[in-house]
């Protein structure tokens, strides 16, 4: 099983960035663990602050893998070229978040991409990245 995980802007600073709404930890720190975790599995891992970037990694691995984990990050509320991009590939995407975005801003309670995604997921902290590799494991997508 080959899974792809693709991050979006400001998500290089996890661990920096916002500590007390996206906790203290690094992305690669955490993939270590999600590597020890799911040794059976390939997770792949690709972060862009870029959209343009973000498309053409959506297109490189959307008909390849057995799933997609997206968090666009701020892409999410604005990006319907992302939104086409998902629709454009044949493997599922699940929109994912590590905030709860509906107790935020009004803003961030919109998505343009949700409607092309396979399900969606937020407001677990890091562990919604795990929730979503449960999800595609259960093949329930
Ligand atoms: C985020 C929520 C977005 O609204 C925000 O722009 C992010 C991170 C999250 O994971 O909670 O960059 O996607």
Redesign the pocket.
């Known amino acids: 099983m080959k899974i792809q995980i693709i991050n979006g ?3 290089n600073l996890l661990g920096i960035r916002e500590p007390g709404i996206y906790g203290t930890s690094s992305f690669e720190d955490y993939l270590q663990e999600l590597a020890e975790i799911y040794s059976g599995i390939e997770i792949r891992y690709y972060q862009s602050n870029v959209e343009g970037e973000l498309i053409n990694k959506i297109h490189e691995t959307g008909f390849t893998c057995d799933g997609i984990i997206l ?1 666009a ?2 892409y ?2 604005t990006s319907i070229a992302i939104h086409d991009a998902i629709k454009s590939v044949k493997s599922p995407v699940i929109e994912i ?3 709860n ?1 509906h107790t935020r801003e009004s803003f ?1 309670r919109q998505s343009m991409i949700a409607g092309a995604c396979k399900g969606v997921i937020a407001g677990f902290g890091m562990n919604s990245y795990r929730l979503a590799i449960e999800a595609i494991k259960m093949n329930t997508i």
């Open positions: 802007p400001n998500l968090n990050g701020a999410t509320h978040h590590i905030s975005v961030r």
